[in-house]
Structure formats: structure tokens, C-alpha cells
């Protein structure tokens, strides 16, 4: 940038001829302000304009106008301007509303259904409420309901919170208060059901374990050796009054489905650790897959063949009526409600669960309570239990 001067001289026969040419290199190209979004914009009404960088600058010659871009509201629109370093101007704007449209958020401590028993003390968990325009508003929580942890019943506490802008915000968690005999008093439906756990144990099987246990509900446990080092889990199950099923050591279809050979070989790996943890041999089985399994099409008549040599040998093999969907989703309240409404339409329900899935310790509690307080029977299964089979694709 500059006032330039070119001289032209020339000298010829002592006559001396001079030309000045003025050349001023200058900037005259605006700078160009950009929004990543041209939407109208919600504001809160505590904004700060400094708080808005959504928006590049691109000059021909200067390359630091992002920090000089200076912000304003006039007549519902912002407006973004600047300036270069030789006076060109740029500007741009977007329409606004300013308004703090959405409501707080109200994050739940701990479970949205808690279970105790009568008598045990209450203590509340807590929750924390955040609001886009107003930040954290746990402070403004006001939490009403009580419980009264020696009468049986559910209890709803509510947690309600506002925000200057009138916007508010209510969760709710239910207290199930029971006692032992939780279920005893309720009149029978007839229903049972078989809940079923396979693939571990594993680190999260103790959760399962422990919920089954503060109910005194029996359950089944098709067991692999997947997961190193949970062995004596097996034990646990047993001694607890569970029932052992074999599913398979390996879990791994290529192998178990290669051959018949291949097939027993793994399943009789399987059993050898039961015998080592519990003393018993197991005559109840699930194949990886469930009997239905395509993924055995490598091997044409697998399936068909290994369900007939099972039941020669005395095997029982069991598949599922009911699918919680585990493996599809770590939402609890998905899979207790897939779980409850298949109970409510089967005379007989036999669960697919798998106790090697976080999620299943609060999905689990809500099945178990529905059941035992809807006249439903938790049964582990044994070799009398009403098969439910697929139909053999292979
Ligand atoms: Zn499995």
C-alpha cells in the first residue's frame, strides 16, 4: 500500500527531459461478513453480543476482521459490521427474537423408580437442572411429595423448576415401597414366567444376581465362558437357586456350527465348568442364536441335525417367546416395557435377556415388581418346563 512515483528521464543533446508518474496501490474491496446460519435467531434475554461467533470475515487484504466484527440489535434484526484497515466497510445481518422459548432441563440423581423395602430409610438422590438461557437452576428446584417408607405403596416425588422466562419443567420418580411378602397378597393370573439370561457372567451379572435376590425370584442362566475370570459366578447362581443351562463356551457361530463335532465339543467345555463350580450337570441348552439362526448357513442342516442329536441325548433345548431387546438399546424403560407386555399376552413367558447388559439391573427390578404385583409366577426353568421353540430355518 502506498503513493508510488515511477520517474522517466531522458538526456539527449543537453536537453534533459523528465516524466513523474504518481501510482497509489490502495484497497477499495469491502470486507465480506458470512453467517454459518441466516435462520432467525432466538436470543436470551441476558445475551451478550460477545457471545456470538457465528460468522468469518474474508478481506483481499486484511486477515485478523473476525475480532473487530462489532454487533447490534435494531428493529429485530442483528447486525454485524466492519471495518478494514483502509475504511471499507462490510455488514451484514440476520433477523431475532429475543425470548428464552425453552424450558430447563431436569437431570434425575439415580433411577426414576426406586425400590424399598419397609422400613429402609428414604434418601433422596437429587436432581440438577440446567436451562440454555440461565445455565445451572438446580437451586431453583423445588421438590414436593413424601414418602412414608413403612407403608407399602408407590410414592411420587416431583421436581418442578422455572425460569425467569416462565418456562417450566416437571419430572417425576416413583418410590415402591414393599415387603417381603410383596406379592403374596395378590391374587394369582395364572401367568408364569421363565425369565432367561444368557452370554455371561460378567462383570454386570452381580447386579442381576442381587436384584433377583432382594425378590427371592428364581431365574435361569445360560452360561458361557466368554468373559474371564466370573467363573465362580456360576456357583453364586447355583447356591442362590437358579437354574444352569448351557449356551455355549465360545460363542463363536463359525466354530460351534462347523460341524457336529465341533458343536458338542464346545458345549461339553461348557459343561465341565458348570460340574467344576456346582457338582451338577445341566440338561438344559440354548444355541448361540437361538434355534431359528440363519448365521449357521454355512453348514446347510445344522440346525436340524443338532436339535434331533440334543434330544437323543436327553438334552432340552429352550428358545424365547419374549425378546427385551437388550442388545438393541440401553434404555431401561424400553426393555422393561418390551419385556412387561409380552408377559401380559403369554400364558407362559420365557424371557431373552442377557445379564451381561448394564441396563438390565433397573429394567430388571421394574419387570420383577410389575410381576410380583400383578399376580404373575417368576419360575426358573427345569427339563418339565413347557418348551418354547423356534422353527428350524436350517
Ligand atoms: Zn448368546
Given at each position: 500500500m502506498g503513493t508510488y512515483n515511477i520517474n522517466y528521464s531522458i538526456n539527449y543533446k543537453k536537453i534533459k527531459k523528465e516524466y513523474k508518474l504518481e501510482t497509489i496501490v490502495t484497497d477499495l474491496e469491502s470486507p465480506i461478513i458470512t453467517l454459518e446460519n441466516t435462520n432467525k435467531k432466538y436470543i436470551c434475554p441476558n445475551y451478550n453480543l460477545d457471545d456470538f461467533k457465528d460468522y468469518k470475515v474474508i478481506d483481499n487484504y486484511d486477515t485478523d476482521l473476525e475480532n473487530k466484527v462489532t454487533k447490534y440489535i435494531k428493529d429485530g434484526k442483528l447486525y454485524y459490521t466492519v471495518e478494514d484497515s483502509h475504511g471499507n466497510k462490510g455488514e451484514t445481518n440476520v433477523d431475532v427474537e429475543i425470548a428464552d422459548k425453552d424450558a430447563p432441563n431436569i437431570i434425575l440423581n439415580g433411577y426414576e423408580d426406586i425400590y424399598l423395602l419397609?422400613?429402609?430409610?428414604?434418601?433422596?438422590?437429587?436432581?440438577?437442572?440446567?436451562?440454555?438461557?440461565?445455565?445451572?437452576?438446580?437451586?431453583?428446584?423445588?421438590?414436593?411429595?413424601?414418602?412414608?417408607?413403612?407403608?407399602?405403596?408407590?410414592?411420587?416425588?416431583?421436581?418442578?423448576?422455572?425460569?425467569?422466562?416462565?418456562?417450566?419443567?416437571?419430572?417425576?420418580?416413583?418410590?415402591?415401597?414393599?415387603?417381603?411378602?410383596?406379592?403374596?397378597?395378590?391374587?394369582?393370573?395364572?401367568?408364569?414366567?421363565?425369565?432367561?439370561?444368557?452370554?455371561?457372567?460378567?462383570?454386570?451379572?452381580?447386579?442381576?444376581?442381587?436384584?433377583?435376590?432382594?425378590?427371592?425370584?428364581?431365574?435361569?442362566?445360560?452360561?458361557?465362558?466368554?468373559?474371564?475370570?466370573?467363573?465362580?459366578?456360576?456357583?453364586?447362581?447355583?447356591?442362590?437357586?437358579?437354574?444352569?443351562a448351557i449356551h455355549t463356551y465360545s460363542h463363536q457361530y463359525k466354530n460351534i456350527y462347523n460341524s457336529e463335532e465341533d458343536y458338542f465339543n464346545d458345549l461339553n467345555k461348557m459343561d465341565k465348568i458348570i460340574f467344576e463350580q456346582t457338582g451338577i450337570h445341566t440338561k438344559l441348552v440354548r444355541f448361540p442364536g437361538g434355534s431359528s439362526n440363519t448365521i449357521s448357513k454355512f453348514n446347510p442342516g445344522i440346525m436340524t441335525r443338532l436339535s434331533k442329536l440334543l434330544n437323543d441325548k436327553g438334552y432340552k433345548y429352550f428358545d424365547w417367546n419374549i425378546d427385551s431387546g437388550d442388545t438393541g438399546t440401553i434404555n431401561s424403560n424400553k426393555i422393561a416395557n418390551n419385556v412387561i407386555n409380552g408377559m401380559k399376552s403369554n400364558k407362559n413367558s420365557v424371557v431373552l435377556m442377557h445379564d451381561i447388559k448394564y441396563a438390565n439391573k433397573e429394567a430388571l427390578e421394574k419387570i420383577i415388581y410389575y410381576g410380583l404385583t400383578n399376580g404373575y409366577t417368576f419360575l426358573p426353568l427345569d427339563e418339565n418346563s413347557p418348551t418354547v421353540h423356534h422353527s428350524i430355518n436350517n
Open positions: 419397609q422400613g429402609t430409610e428414604y434418601k433422596e438422590p437429587g436432581v440438577t437442572a440446567y436451562d440454555t438461557c440461565e445455565g445451572n437452576l438446580t437451586s431453583k428446584i423445588i421438590i414436593s411429595g413424601t414418602v412414608d417408607v413403612n407403608k407399602i405403596g408407590e410414592y411420587q416425588i416431583t421436581y418442578s423448576v422455572e425460569d425467569s422466562s416462565k418456562n417450566k419443567q416437571t419430572k417425576t420418580r416413583t418410590i415402591h415401597i414393599y415387603n417381603s411378602s410383596i406379592g403374596q397378597d395378590v391374587k394369582k393370573n395364572g401367568k408364569i414366567v421363565y425369565l432367561t439370561f444368557d452370554d455371561g457372567p460378567n462383570a454386570y451379572t452381580k447386579n442381576i444376581l442381587s436384584i433377583l435376590d432382594k425378590y427371592q425370584v428364581k431365574a435361569t442362566f445360560f452360561v458361557t465362558n466368554q468373559f474371564g475370570g466370573y467363573q465362580s459366578l456360576i456357583k453364586e447362581m447355583y447356591e442362590n437357586g437358579h437354574s444352569l
